[in-house]
């Protein structure tokens, strides 16, 4: 069983129908992990365990959303890696991603799905068709998680053709793609100046709602000027963009691309390794 259904499979047997219910202290409770609140240095959130009972230590943020991931996250560890202690910087995604620790991994994907599950994340988001970042801002507050892991909810159920990215000042910081999505598509590694994101890191305002772009303007592919999709972007933290690209149909059935550099694969997706120029 995935760490996804063992979240939901907990979630079943208690007995939660909807998003109201997920109270995740008394989860946490129920599963004979206390929980307490308090500064902590280095990291977000701590776990220890004495026999059958575990103590979940949690940084205080104003970010409900976030408190309440730093919990699952530590529930899963509990659940799932019993006898371990942990120091989890949860809430640093960029971090998560080029972590090679599969517990941490693991327990991102059990408290995503404990915080949303999927016979109540799929509805909600099936209301709104292809929602934009007004609509996920709305899915988040319904389901007291913060905008962020609500996107990366919404790139792991794999229903729509979405490319979630995030952009500072000094180019790609992180990016996640569908699972349907090819591989094929890069990213370019800094905003292109017609991008509404670019407009936004240069002080604009953000682009809620989903506008039209030519392909060329996001991925660095040969053909990709005969493509058109739709983009969206919000500000996000420590002055960074997050981006949300919807892909045209005719983008999921192009031709392997060999032109966009050495791409080598992994878990999260594919990534190109730039190579340094040879010494003269």
Not at 66 to 81: C, D, I, K, N, Y
Not at 82 to 94: A, E, K, P, Q, T
Not at 125 to 140: C, N
Request: charged share 25%; with cysteine; aromatic share 8%.
């Amino acid at each position: 069983m995935s760490p996804g259904e063992r979240a939901e499979a907990r979630i079943a047997e208690l007995g939660i129908t909807s998003p109201e219910e997920l109270d995740i202290e008394l989860i946490a409770m129920d599963a004979c992990m206390a929980v307490v609140y308090e500064d902590l240095d280095g990291c977000e959130a701590t776990l220890m365990g004495v026999g059958d009972r575990g103590i979940a230590t949690i940084k205080p943020s104003p970010s409900r959303g976030r408190q309440r991931f730093s919990v699952a996250h530590e529930l899963g560890h509990w659940l799932m890696h019993r006898g371990l202690s942990f120091r989890c910087r949860v809430d640093d995604i960029d971090l998560n991603f080029s972590s090679d620790q599969v517990r941490e991994r693991e327990a991102d994907s059990f408290a995503s799905h404990l915080l949303m599950p999927t016979p109540m994340f799929y509805p909600a988001l099936k209301s709104f068709g292809t929602p934009d970042f007004l609509d996920l801002e709305k899915m988040a507050s319904a389901f007291d998680t913060s905008l962020l892991a609500t996107c990366m909810r919404l790139t792991d159920i794999n229903t729509l053709p979405i490319v979630l990215a995030c952009y500072s000042s000094t180019g790609l910081r992180w990016h996640k793609a569908a699972g349907d999505i090819p591989r094929r598509w890069f990213l370019h590694q800094q905003l292109d100046d017609d991008s509404f994101a670019y407009a936004l890191l240069q002080g604009g305002r953000a682009r809620s709602s989903l506008g039209k772009q030519s392909g060329e303007t996001w991925f660095e592919n040969d053909d990709a000027d005969q493509y058109e999709l739709r983009e969206c972007c919000h500000p996000g933290r420590n002055g960074e963009v997050l981006v949300l690209l919807y892909l045209e149909s005719k983008m999921l059935h192009a031709r392997y691309d060999p032109n966009v550099g050495q791409r080598r694969y992994n878990e999260h997706g594919s990534y190109v390794v730039r190579t340094k120029p040879a010494a003269r």
